[in-house]
């Protein structure tokens, strides 16, 4: 009974407080003013920050409490925000809350105010609002210097696509001002008489140092820089490794970078550890392993920039994760021919965990091996049946033995294998040529391939045995890369030997047997046809103990020496098709099948010609026009060489067109040419022909012809047509007949010319000789009892001219043909013997001063002023010899001897030759007029005169003439 | 004294590195012993007009680097935002006697390199990959560096002056980017602007 009398007094005791409290604090709502608000600013984050406390609640009391806050910009009553906070409150906590501006809080002053309503499920319904408090000024402009303009936010930093509100406060409001972002005017919002915004939405990120806006008016201009970052992304293929179990590294994609100078951090979580570590790269973290064995981590790695904050996990379990570290220190430690021992290390994993090692070959790029070694420490493996001079590459990677997951990087190392001697003989053909009925041997054999040589081929041994003296061995050495040889031989039979030698040795031998003796030729050529394949040719087999076949042929038989090609072929075959890359279409290639006997010798079989592919002939032949005649002629090409051609030659065509296009010949065709004309065509089918006669023609007639030759692709090119004017009947006759005569004038006129002296001396002499004058036959003939010969030596000078003139004007007044009276002043004083034209009346006898020796009139003169003789009348008819021309030239010449001889000046003695011509002063010049017959007195025979016609008297100055009296009967009408 | 940037400092314990020294120049110290760090060589008036001239042969090609590098408004707005309007520079006379010459060139001297320094050291963080800035920069600090030497020796030598009373720029620490752009154009807008004259002086 006093047990429980002592629990209910314990009970009501404990209730007793609550009943107090409840009294206290339920039954009736108290005034919770909030109290004690300031505000402060935040410019960095413009943030106006509020703090507050709520003093009227009781000790331990805690309220959910809401409160309710206003905020003004410019003036109190300007409310721009206001909203509600919820919080649980304590007696005397001093509360915090912050706002942040979409204004830069420097550009405006702000009001705050709150009140508080409790909002406890513990107190019943009606609720209260609290009053407000007084309104609280938050005012960042007091900070603000005295400079005109303020821009702001001061280095704000956006991320790229956000808004953004840049306001500037002026000092000046006359200041007209502009604002810019870069560049680029910028429109904004005047929120106050000094205050202006500007909304910038959406704003792109321009360079990683920023982007300046900036206002200016009349002073120095203001500004800000923005950076603008670019979203922060979230890492991608994040994962994690090790690769010596003591370390594990992690590994991300940061995406593309933020753009800002500031770089985002990246932390890395172990939320089974709880431990964290600040990663010192942007995409790689490194985590110690502990020794606590622990082998799951759970990952998580936060990137996190001044916007944003990104995650991602991985759960890891380290045994699951090993990468081991490359191996190294991987060389070949012996190489033999075929062997090499590879090793090396690898780095350790762990307390004695092994690592699987792959080795791989590679020959020419490909594995060509692969082995698998577990591998601790030291790896070590015998790489086999390799190839003798070789290069190999060996590469080896690793992977954590006890469980899989990633080799390690590669390394590799090369190396080459050892020479070995050649492993096959040398296949070696032979072309056999006979001079002076010796036999000599040209060798061919083809270079080992790469897998046969084993090593470099540095010389090539070649051992001739003659079989008919076996004792008799002739060794050659043919340094490499020769590929062929010539051995000279006698009429024996032989058998050569052929060996490659590299540094380790010899090759086996190939053989070849030559029987001295000349080939049988005379095997008929076959054709044959060549496809894409190649040639496809066949054989009939001669023997049937042949022991292979081999055929021949060059690759480029256009180009001499040709390099001899061939191919073996076993005994049982009787085709092959022979293909090359060198084969080209248009060439002509011949083939020619040996049969191997069982003693190795060589029987040509057959011998094949073909082209790969006939094509039409690139060039016509030069054609030689013979046996012209007036109604045929023959074409030739003989040189015309049918075996060299780009196909084989079928025969040629004949094309004819005449100029009168008249229809064609017998066994022509008519045909229209490429170049659309009309001509004759005539097909030759047989290509050895290379002549044709050309018959039916018309004389004197033009025909045109063109031979071209035809493949089995097409004819050779269009060329011009050749023209051939056939002759008319009768030029033959002419060819007979006045060809000779032709010859004869000219052999004449050779003879002439050549004893020109003779002829001269025998009609014209300089000098004539009375006596031998054909005058005399003609007085002869006239039997002129009278006549009589002057003899020379008689002869008297018949006048002495004594010149009184210049000295200088002498040889002038002998050359110039001038008039009487321009010679009237310097007419020297002579005897004149001869009549003036004056003195002459009429018709009269031609009256000749037969020796000009001595008249200086004559000479004066120039012309034969007394002979009054008209060209139409006969005038001296002194023979063929006397004709003007000969004579003038004749005396022309002697003159001039004759004045030549005369030295200038010393001569007060005019001689003047009596063959001197008064026309010809100049001997260069031909004379103006054409000699008269008048001048034809120039030369005169000298022969007598009758005296009765000699007029007119001489003048009194005259003394002596030389003149002969000749028969006054004699004298020339 | 204002506060010494960062800048600052190492110019100054470059310049003035004793043993037993790592504090700034002291400023009209008593009883100051004219010591240089090094022996001064003969041609001193010579090397320092060779670097006058060197220093405003450059001059030019750097401000442009730098307001070029500073985007706009400052190429468009040179006489605005750098133009030489920079408060506290030393004074020159360019017809006092060489003594008060070489007094006032190491005031101005000294600086130009501590502005030079927080010049530099902003725009490696505001533009750190202009390369070409920073090394025009730098060769430009370490040119005035020798210069000050030169006259610090000959103003010891010739003249027995130890110490100079000296001011430095303005430090830009504390402001925002665009002031320090701007502030580091105006300052290059007066070192062009006074070097041309020290150039003419010497």
Same mark, same amino acid.
């Given at each position: ?19 107090? @409290? ?160 870069? +560049? ?196 070590? @493996? ?27 990087? =590669? ?15 040398? +296949? ?126 060059? +690759? ?418 | ?50 670097? =006058? ?27 605005? =935002? ?39 050291? +902003? ?59 701007? =502030? ?19």
């Amino acid at each position: 009974m006093a047990l429980f009398a002592v629990l209910q007094t314990t009970f009501l005791l404990t209730l007793l407080p609550l009943r107090t @409290y409840q009294s206290e604090v339920l039954s009736e709502p108290l005034p919770l003013t909030p109290e004690s608000l300031k505000v402060s600013i935040n410019s960095t984050k413009q943030c106006l920050h509020l703090q507050w406390t709520v003093h009227n609640l009781d000790y331990h009391q805690e309220l959910k409490m809401v409160f309710q806050i206003q905020i003004s910009r410019f003036k109190a009553s300007n409310v721009i925000w206001m909203g509600n906070y919820s919080t649980t409150v304590k007696r005397n906590q001093v509360l915090h809350w912050s706002w942040e501006s979409e204004l830069p809080l420097e550009c405006a002053i702000h009001f705050v105010r709150m009140r508080t309503m409790v909002d406890d499920a513990r107190i019943p319904a009606p609720r209260f609002w609290s009053n407000w408090s007084s309104w609280e000024k938050a005012d960042a402009q007091n900070s603000l210097g005295d400079h005109p303009l303020y821009v702001f936010p001061k280095d704000k930093l956006v991320e790229e696509g956000s808004d953004v509100t840049i306001c500037y406060i002026s000092r000046n409001h006359q200041d007209n001002i502009s604002c810019y972002l870069e +560049d680029e005017l910028t429109y904004g919002k005047q929120l106050d008489q000094n205050v202006w915004a500007f909304k910038l939405k959406n704003v792109s990120f321009h360079r990683k140092t920023g982007t300046n806006f900036y206002c200016k008016g009349q002073g120095v201009p203001e500004g800000v820089v923005l950076f603008v970052s670019k979203v922060l992304e979230e890492p991608k293929d994040f994962s994690c490794e090790t690769r010596d179990l003591k370390t594990v590294t992690c590994t991300w994609d940061p995406g593309s970078d933020t753009g800002l100078i500031q770089l985002p951090s990246y932390t890395l979580f172990e939320s089974f550890s709880g431990k964290k570590t600040l990663c010192k790269h942007r995409n790689r973290c490194d985590w110690q392993v502990t020794q606590d064995s622990q082998e799951v981590y759970n990952f998580t790695l936060v990137a996190e920039n001044y916007f944003r904050k990104r995650s991602v996990s991985i759960l890891f379990n380290l045994i699951h994760g090993v990468h081991p570290l490359a191996p190294y220190n991987l060389f070949p430690k012996s190489v033999s021919a075929t062997n090499a021992t590879m090793s090396w290390k690898v780095s350790s994993i762990g307390h004695n965990s092994a690592l699987l090692c792959q080795l791989q070959l590679l020959g020419e790029g490909k594995v060509i091996q692969q082995h698998n070694i577990s591998v601790r420490v030291n790896g070590e @493996y015998l790489l086999s049946e390799l190839k003798p001079d070789t290069e190999y590459v060996a590469r080896v990677h690793c992977a954590y033995a006890d469980h899989f997951w990633k080799w390690s990087e =590669l390394i590799s190392q090369n190396f080459t294998t050892a020479e070995a001697a050649p492993s096959e003989a040398p +296949d070696v053909w032979r072309d056999v040529t006979f001079v002076s009925g010796h036999p000599t041997v040209t060798l061919f054999w083809k270079p080992l391939s790469k897998v046969h040589t084993n090593g470099k081929i540095l010389f090539y041994n070649v051992v001739v045995e003659n079989l008919d003296e076996p004792s008799s061995l002739e060794v050659l050495s043919v340094p490499a890369p020769a590929n062929s040889t010539k051995v000279t031989l006698n009429r024996s039979s032989y058998q050569i030997y052929v060996t490659a030698h590299n540094s380790v040795g010899p090759s086996p031998a190939s053989a070849v047997a030559i029987s001295g003796h000349p080939e049988n030729e005379n095997v008929e050529e076959g054709r044959v046809n060549g496809t894409e394949d190649g040639f496809h040719m066949s054989w009939k087999p001669q023997s049937r103990n042949a022991t292979g076949y081999v055929v021949e042929w060059c +690759d480029d038989p256009q180009n001499l020496p040709c390099v001899l090609q061939w191919k073996n072929l076993g005994p049982t075959n009787t085709g092959t098709v022979i293909s090359s890359d060198a084969f080209r279409p248009g060439v002509r290639y011949d083939f020619r099948i040996y049969e191997i006997s069982a003693k190795g010798m060589a029987h040509l079989l057959e011998k094949k010609a073909g082209y790969l592919k006939e094509l039409a002939p690139s060039y016509n032949p030069e054609v030689a026009t013979i046996n012209l005649t007036s109604h045929s002629f023959t074409l030739s090409w003989k040189d015309y060489s049918t075996e060299s051609q780009t196909g084989f030659i079928q025969g040629y065509y004949v094309y004819l067109k005449s100029k009168t296009g008249e229809k064609c010949h017998r066994e022509f065709e008519k045909t229209v040419l490429p170049d659309n004309s009309v001509g004759c065509k005539y097909t030759i089918d047989n290509p050895d022909q290379k002549t044709f006669v050309v018959k039916d023609l018309q004389p004197e007639s033009v025909y045109e012809f063109f031979v071209t030759p035809y493949t089995s692709a097409g004819e050779g090119p269009l060329d011009d047509f050749t023209k051939v004017t056939t002759p008319d009947d009768y030029s033959h006759i002419l060819t007979h007949i006045i060809l000779p005569m032709i010859f004869c004038v000219l052999v004449v006129t050779i003879t002439c010319y050549l004893k020109s002296q003779w002829l001269k001396d025998k009609c014209y002499p300089d000098i004539p000789d009375p006596y031998k004058s054909s005058v005399l036959s003609l007085i002869k003939f006239k039997e002129n009892p009278h006549i009589t010969i002057m003899n020379v030596n008689d002869c008297v000078p018949d006048a002495i001219e004594v010149v009184n003139k210049p000295e200088g004007s002498k040889i002038q007044f002998i050359g110039t043909r001038k008039s009487p009276t321009e010679t009237k002043g310097t007419k020297p004083v002579y005897l004149d013997l001869l009549p003036t034209e004056k003195n002459y009346s009429g018709p009269g006898p031609c009256i000749c001063f037969e020796n000009f020796t001595y008249n200086q009139a004559a000479s004066d003169l120039g012309y034969c002023g007394h002979f009054p003789v008209t060209p139409q009348a006969p005038h001296c008819q002194l023979g063929p010899l006397t004709s003007p021309e000969n004579l003038l030239k004749t005396l022309e010449q002697n003159y001039m001897n004759s004045l030549g001889e005369i030295p200038a000046g010393e001569a007060n003695l005019n001689y003047v030759s009596q063959l001197a011509s008064p026309m010809s002063g100049d001997k260069e010049s031909p004379p103006a007029n054409p000699p008269e017959p008048a001048l034809c007195s120039e030369y005169k025979m000298q022969m007598a005169i009758p005296l009765g016609l000699a007029s007119p008297a001489p003048s009194k100055n005259s003394s002596l003439s030389s003149t002969a009296l000749l028969d006054p009967s004699e004298h020339c009408h | 004294m204002k506060v010494l940037a960062a800048g600052v400092v190492p110019l100054l314990l470059v310049l003035h590195w004793k043993p037993g020294a790592g504090s700034p120049l002291p400023i009209n110290p008593v009883n100051a012993t004219c010591n240089t760090h090094h022996p001064c060589p003969s041609n001193l008036m010579s090397q320092i007009r060779s670097q =006058l001239a060197q220093l405003n042969g450059t001059a030019n090609a750097l401000f442009i680097l730098y307001y070029t590098a500073q985007g706009e408004p400052f190429p468009n707005n040179l006489d605005k =935002l750098c133009g030489p309007n920079v408060t506290d520079f030393p004074p020159f006379q360019p017809n006092g006697t060489e003594k008060v010459r070489l007094v006032e060139l190491y005031r101005i001297v000294a600086y130009l390199g501590t502005a030079l320094g927080n010049i530099t050291r +902003d725009q490696k963080t505001l533009n750190p990959t202009a390369h070409s800035l920073h090394s025009k920069l730098n060769a430009t600090a370490d040119t005035l560096r020798g210069l000050l030497s030169n006259v610090l020796c000959r103003l010891c030598s010739k003249y027995h002056v130890a110490h100079v009373d000296v001011a430095y720029g303005p430090d830009t620490s504390g402001k925002d980017v665009f002031q320090k752009k701007k =502030l580091g154009c105006q300052l290059l807008g007066k070192y062009k602007q006074v070097m041309a004259v020290l150039a003419q002086a010497f």
